[in-house]
């Protein structure tokens, strides 16, 4: 099983980015996909989620409006969109895939995204 984030950087406030996560080696189409997040010092936090139709999807308050999440099943792809972003979005972020909607069953590496001037 792979998980493997791209898309992270460094950005100013106010910019975007779009991250990717690639899954391999199980039913992609069959799994709630996750994003996280984890600042330094800070616990890992729930971004977005998303349910293995696409059509469901949560995201923290923190975010709402300001990020989406989506996934391409043909491709075993999961985004997120992340757009006026601040400061307080930097973290390492982790795409997650799970067999149902609050479970946790493979976890990515990592990427990080800051957000500076």
């Known amino acids: 099983v792979q998980l493997v984030e791209s898309g992270g950087g460094l950005v100013q406030p106010g910019g975007s980015l779009r991250l990717s996560c690639a899954a391999s080696?199980?039913?992609?189409?069959?799994?709630?996909m996750s994003w996280f997040r984890q600042a330094p010092g800070k616990e890992r936090e729930l971004v977005a989620r998303?349910?293995?139709?696409?059509?469901?999807?949560n995201y923290a308050d923190s975010v709402k409006g300001r990020f989406t999440i989506s996934r391409d099943n043909a491709k075993n792809t999961v985004y997120l969109q992340m757009n006026s972003l601040k400061p307080e979005d930097t973290a390492a972020y982790y795409c997650?895939?799970?067999?149902?909607?609050?479970?946790?069953?493979?976890w990515g590496q990592g990427t990080q995204v800051t957000v500076s001037s």
């Open positions: 998303i349910s293995d139709t696409g059509v469901m999807t």
């Open positions: 080696g199980f039913t992609f189409s069959s799994y709630v």
């Open positions: 997650g895939a799970g067999v149902a909607w609050r479970s946790l069953n493979y």
